[in-house]
């Protein structure tokens, strides 16, 4: 099993940065599959940045260009850098790994974006 828990959610205005993070309880080094997906209230949950264990990065259209997806193998924890944040309100930010074909996901961290 794998156990994640997401950090860094913020009020932030609009146009600003953050960094979140997700910790994850076991090594990532073998996992292929780690994502971040963001879910508005009353929308569905999206994908927005993706890495695999190569290292190999994919992004949503709406985010390619402010988001930046990282992996840190030796802190057991990925990141997502969000800048140019626009002002969309409040939106949960789930981490996701898949390992061995089960999905785990973290509780969600907040993210607010208000001026």
């Known amino acids: 099993q794998v156990q994640l828990v997401e950090s860094g959610g913020v009020l932030v205005q609009p146009g600003g940065s953050l960094r979140l993070s997700c910790a994850a309880s076991?090594?990532?080094?073998?996992?292929?599959?780690m994502g971040w997906y963001r879910q508005a209230p009353g929308k569905e949950r999206e994908l927005v940045a993706s890495?695999?264990?190569?290292?190999?990065?994919t992004y949503a259209n709406s985010v390619k260009g402010r988001f930046t997806i990282s992996r840190d193998n030796a802190q057991n924890t990925v990141y997502l850098q969000i800048n140019s944040l626009k002002p969309e309100g409040t939106t949960v930010y789930y981490c996701?790994?898949?390992?061995?074909?089960?999905?785990?996901w973290g509780p969600g961290t907040q993210v607010t974006v208000s001026s």
């Open positions: 890495i695999s264990s190569a290292g190999i990065t």
């Open positions: 076991r090594t990532i080094a073998s996992i292929n599959f």
């Open positions: 996701k790994a898949v390992r061995r074909s089960y999905d785990y």
